[in-house]
């Protein structure tokens, strides 16, 4: 037969003060891990929830991405004839050759300097990026200002680097390029990595950084998803043009190998951390055990087996576990939806991105917390299942 | 007996719970020893001397952008230049895109390249041998190791950022303290293949005479070129390199975080093992003070214990932490990560005060607590 758990929780009220500084030591562990895999859960949303699987992102064959794509702007005619595209509010195919540059802006807190991506487009971009995607929802809507304007040297900036970079408000003028450039409009790109970026017209950004007569990417819009498919497969296996069509949103799923460090140092320091909490929770149930010796005995007598008393106390330490994992969770919700950013591995600028505590990772950390409080408790457990009954009762 | 002999056979009275204290603190002054090594990497040590006279010269908006090959002879001109090489990155492919297959892989110029890299030890010959070969490459010896390499071999790039394969044979090998992961080829064999390339460096490496004039050149650089089509942004290597680092994110706060993270865990295993250890003692207390035992007394013979306890934790934290940090840097230095990481005395010393000075602040309120306990009370106690 079990020992029933409200023995254990009556056992854990009555010694409050123990109970609370060992939970609260499981709960600094969870929070550090909860923290680190908010950081990747964030930074891969960024990632997968960029770019419409309508879109067809075309880059010179063998680049793997924008930055060092790269093609002739003599091939964009051939492109936009190709079947499968859907027509711009013009009747025209919904098209958009760009050119992406990196610049590097100071950060407004002052803490270093942050490379930044460039976006050129032609109206049909910004035309594209407000189509609802496949989820019934547009990869971009404006919500302060108003777009830039074709021949303009004008930019709208995304709602986070308004907030990370000085000089970024409506009205204000950035310096990049040849020259100064207004900021005419605020768009929110809904935590997707178009969230990183500056928009402006293609003609002028070229001309600007000496670009003229290439694209480094151009964007196709398909009909529907197997024209996309057909039309990626048309634009990659097409001889003369020497390009790569991709899927908009595959190209974006590789990228979140950029939460890589994030993961590797994560990995490390929960590790090193839950090490050390194992101990100390080890330490408070030895404690436990210890205090408790004549009780374990006086089960044995009435007839409680060994296992079932093995079972109780690791059950005691899991609930010392969780009781640490939710206050680890508690103390870690103020912090979600936190902005930060990191350096994008393919696209060598920066990446913002929002600290995200979804279901998963609650869950993760619900476990890892259990693990601690598993391995802790086993020993001082096995150690009270085996105490000779006779001695304990003696005290 | 004496006090101090008394205080250290009562800290390891309870064996195994002063283990696991000890082994609990332990860990989490390992992590406290590894992120002050990385502050200290990153923000505290000096380069060694031939580094700290390096300059890195590149396009002031981006480093994706290319610098005109006729700047190299200009910053030549700049006074107490002795050496400047073009480097461009050029990125590519060995065998496959997995991270273990990554390695820095530079177009530069040969004949005048080690003079600015002076920290980089190769054989004459085998230099010579680099620079006549145009298809030739100069490698780290841990890369060699790692991939079997040996002079002679070849080694084929496949191209990402420029649209050409290259078939390099390796004709160097160098040394270098701590090793680097990188291979190096002529920029002139780069310009062949990729005729738009021609007449352009990704940026420009130099070496200036003397560290006190690294400020004063790199000034001179850039404000020579602040009416060129392409501005400049000339820096030390070890500012260089401090970018990319802050390019990964708030690292200060993030190391900051973790260190407070650590110290609060420590604090609360400490006192909680002092609470224990109080409640077990509470007659013995009560003895002591029945005995001539002063409220003070009482108070920092349990203080000692938590310093105590703290200390051997820390000692064996930090003893932990030289092997594992070695291990991490060499890994590091593996996945091209040029973190050069070693347990110094103050990084050791720094980490064990912090852990008596945690013992202190959470062995207080237990202490205090027995020394006040009322002596009637406490012999009657039964636990």
């Not at chain 2, 010579?128 to 071999?153: F, H, I, M, N, S």
């Amino acid at each position: 037969m079990a020992i029933p758990i409200s023995y254990n929780i009556r056992n854990l009220k009555l010694r409050k003060g123990l109970t609370v500084m060992t939970a609260l030591g499981i709960a600094l562990t969870v929070t550090t891990a909860i923290f680190l895999m908010a950081l990747v859960a964030g930074l891969n949303r960024a990632f997968v929830s960029s770019g419409s699987k309508l879109n067809i992102l075309v880059l010179r064959k063998g680049s793997e991405s924008e930055l060092t794509g790269g093609f002739d702007a003599a091939l964009f005619p051939t492109l936009k004839v190709l079947p499968g595209i859907a027509k711009d509010s013009h009747g025209e195919p919904l098209a958009s050759g760009e050119w992406n540059v990196v610049i590097v802006l100071p950060r407004k807190d002052g803490t270093g300097e942050v490379n930044v991506t460039v976006r050129g487009m032609m109206p049909d971009g910004l035309e594209m990026r407000q189509l609802p995607g496949a989820d019934g929802k547009p990869s971009v809507k404006l919500t302060d200002g108003r777009w830039f304007e074709t021949g303009q040297r004008e930019v709208v900036v995304s709602k986070s680097i308004r907030e990370r970079f000085a000089h970024a408000n409506i009205g204000d003028t950035m310096e990049f390029g040849k020259g100064s450039w207004k900021v005419v409009g605020v768009f929110d790109a809904g935590g997707s990595a178009y969230e990183s970026e500056i928009w402006g017209d293609v003609n002028q950004m070229a001309s600007d950084f000496d670009r003229q007569g290439g694209f480094s990417s151009a964007y196709l819009r398909a009909t529907d998803p197997i024209a996309a498919e057909a039309l990626k497969n048309r634009v990659s296996d097409d001889q003369r043009l020497k390009l790569d069509g991709l899927i908009e949103t595959d190209y974006y799923a590789k990228q979140t190998s950029s939460g890589t460090p994030i993961k590797i140092i994560g990995i490390v320091v929960a590790i090193i951390m839950a090490i050390g909490s194992i101990f100390a929770a080890m330490n408070t149930m030895y404690a436990a055990v210890a205090y408790r010796g004549r009780e374990i005995a006086t089960l044995r007598v009435i007839g409680f087996s060994r296992p079932a008393i093995l079972t109780s106390f690791v059950l005691e330490s899991l609930i010392l576990a969780l009781l640490g994992a939710a206050l680890g969770i508690v103390l870690m919700l103020p912090f979600n939806g936190m902005q930060t950013g990191t350096s994008n591995q393919v696209t060598f600028s920066e990446v913002v991105f929002a600290l995200r505590i979804t279901w998963s990772v609650a869950f993760a950390a619900v476990c890892f917390a259990l693990v601690m409080g598993f391995f802790g408790g086993l020993a001082p457990a096995w150690h009270a299942a085996r105490q000779n009954i006779l001695n304990a009762l003696r005290g | 007996m004496t006090l101090g002999s008394f205080i250290v056979r009562n800290t390891f009275r309870n064996k195994r719970r002063s283990l696991l204290t000890m082994i609990s603190i332990s860990f989490s002054l390992l992590l406290l020893t590894l992120m002050i090594c990385i502050w200290r990497s990153f923000y505290v040590d000096q380069v060694a001397p031939e580094a700290s006279r390096r300059l890195i010269i590149r396009d002031r908006v981006s480093l994706a952008f290319f610098l005109p090959a006729y700047y190299r002879d200009k910053i030549r001109s700049v006074p107490g230049v002795t050496a400047v090489v073009p480097m461009t990155w050029f990125e590519g492919r060995y065998i496959d895109n997995r991270a273990e297959h990554f390695f820095a892989r530079l177009a530069t110029d040969p004949d005048e390249y080690l003079k600015v890299a002076s920290d980089k030890i190769t054989p004459p010959d085998q230099v010579k041998a680099w620079q006549q070969d145009r298809a030739g490459a100069l490698v780290d010896v841990t890369l060699a190791d790692k991939y079997g390499w040996k002079l002679g071999d070849h080694v084929h790039l496949q191209g990402t950022i420029f649209p050409t394969d290259l078939d390099l044979t390796i004709r160097a090998i160098y040394h270098r303290d701590p090793p680097q992961n990188a291979l190096y080829f002529h920029t002139k064999y780069l310009e062949e293949a990729v005729p738009w390339f021609k007449g352009q460096a990704g940026w420009y490496a130099a070496q200036v005479d003397s560290p006190d004039h690294v400020a004063a050149a790199s000034k001179q650089i850039d404000d020579m070129f602040r009416n060129s089509p392409l501005q400049t942004k000339s820096e030390s290597e070890k500012a260089f390199q401090l970018g990319f680092v802050a390019s990964l994110g708030n690292v200060k706060a993030f190391i900051l975080g973790i260190c407070g993270a650590v110290m609060f865990a420590i604090m609360l295993v400490s006192a909680n093992t002092m609470a224990m250890s109080v409640r077990s003692r509470t007659r013995e207390v009560a003895v002591l003070k029945t005995l001539g035992f002063t409220q003070q007394r009482v108070l920092s013979i349990f203080v000692s214990e938590a310093i105590g306890l703290a200390v051997a934790g820390g000692l064996l934290g930090v003893l932990v932490a030289i092997p594992v940090i070695s291990g991490m840097t060499h890994r590091f230095i593996g996945l091209g990560i040029p973190l050069d990481m070693k347990v110094k005395w103050p990084t050791a010393a720094l980490a064990m005060l912090v852990a008596a000075i945690l013992g202190v602040v959470s062995g207080y309120l237990p202490a205090y607590r027995a020394s006040r306990m009322n002596i009637v009370e406490g012999l009657r106690h039964i636990g």
